[in-house]
């Protein structure tokens, strides 16, 4: 058996049609776990864990220890990036992630020069679970998309409309420019570094694609994303990718057909019948149970993965949920939901 075949996901994401879809979970190690619990109070805070090898990979192996999932991720974040190139990041509980917002003056204070030592411990990880993981199982490297990140950068903190990044965008479009031309760029350095290191696939997490108007999506979602993957794939030629443009809905066709990843990730919002219709039959999707279902299990979740399954049956899919677990999911609805996809 091939390296690849012998890999379910990698092989789904390179376009092959499985008997059962291959299933990982969306922030599969975190804080649902007990054992994420008592790993967690041996750091002093998020990004120690992160930046820990021994940590992160126990970290990242807890959950296959406890399921039978088809991939392993990478425990890290997305904006270790910001971190690595200078700005302020700290994770404060309860709160989440909290930037230093930068001003358009900011940009050119960040210092790319510094951003691939700082991130030397993640590609360590990277190694040491490449070596720690069984034959068949997929290992996925991820960075986040220039977008998301720069949201993050710029308002300091998570938002549901992003206004502040938006307004940014448009007022300093020579800055905003900048900060993309940063983040592409060390994305791509990231991605190949993982994808060298012993990731299989690697997936791009655009978690605030939506609300953009059409030429806003263009230039701040199609466009960086676009570059990430061809600046990828000319150091690593055909590395396999995942583009996960969370609420993207009717700029998913055009997010699929312009940016050239392997694979895409669908949200839990996106109806199948859109998804069935409005996409290339033979491109390999990943998802989209709604993390709630999970979380309530019993029948309504049973029915919606039934629902799943049938709509992706006849083109490669990858099963997962369409957003990442919460810390509130009961261990046995995760085992039950595996039981059913592999039947």
């Not at 109070?41 to 088809?70: G, H, I, M, S």
């Not at 995942?242 to 839990?268: C, H, K, Q, S, T």
Request: hydrophobic share 45%; proline share 8%.
């Amino acid at each position: 058996m091939s390296p690849v075949a012998e890999k379910r996901l990698l092989a789904t994401v390179l376009g092959q049609r499985q008997e059962r879809p291959p299933v990982w979970i969306m922030r599969q190690a975190g804080r649902y776990l007990p054992e994420y619990r008592e790993t967690r109070t041996k750091a002093r805070n998020f990004l120690e864990l992160c930046y820990t090898p021994e940590l992160a990979v126990e970290v990242t192996l807890q959950p296959l220890r406890r399921f039978d999932l088809d991939a392993a991720i990478l425990f890290s974040d997305i904006l270790v990036i910001p971190d690595a190139l200078g700005q302020s990041v700290r994770f404060e509980t309860g709160e989440g992630p909290i930037l230093e917002p930068l001003g358009p003056d900011d940009v050119a204070r960040l210092d790319r020069d510094r951003a691939m030592s700082h991130l030397a411990p993640v590609l360590e990880t990277v190694r040491r679970l490449r070596a720690s993981l069984p034959a068949d199982k997929t290992l996925i490297g991820f960075c986040g998309s220039p977008w998301t990140v720069a949201t993050y950068m710029l308002g300091g903190r998570g938002s549901s409309d992003q206004w502040t990044a938006r307004k940014f965008a448009l007022q300093h479009p020579e800055a905003f420019d900048r900060l993309m031309d940063i983040l592409v760029a060390t994305s791509v350095d990231y991605l190949v570094a993982q994808l060298q290191a012993g990731a299989d696939v690697v997936q791009l997490f655009e978690s605030w694609a939506l609300n953009l108007d059409d030429a806003a999506f263009a230039r701040q979602v199609i466009a960086p994303n676009r570059r990430i993957v061809e600046g990828v794939r000319a150091r690593v030629p055909n590395a396999p990718i995942i583009g996960f443009p969370r609420g993207a809905a009717g700029n998913l066709p055009r997010y699929a057909r312009e940016v050239g990843i392997n694979a895409m990730g669908i949200d839990y919002s996106t109806p199948l019948d859109f998804v069935r219709n409005a996409l290339p039959a033979d491109l390999p999707l990943q998802g989209n149970l709604d993390p709630l279902r999970l979380v309530v299990g019993g029948e309504a979740m049973e029915s919606q993965v039934r629902a799943i399954l049938e709509a992706f049956s006849n083109r490669p899919h990858i099963f997962n949920l369409g957003h990442g677990i919460v810390p509130e999911t009961p261990i046995a609805h995760v085992e039950a939901l595996i039981g059913m996809i592999k039947g």
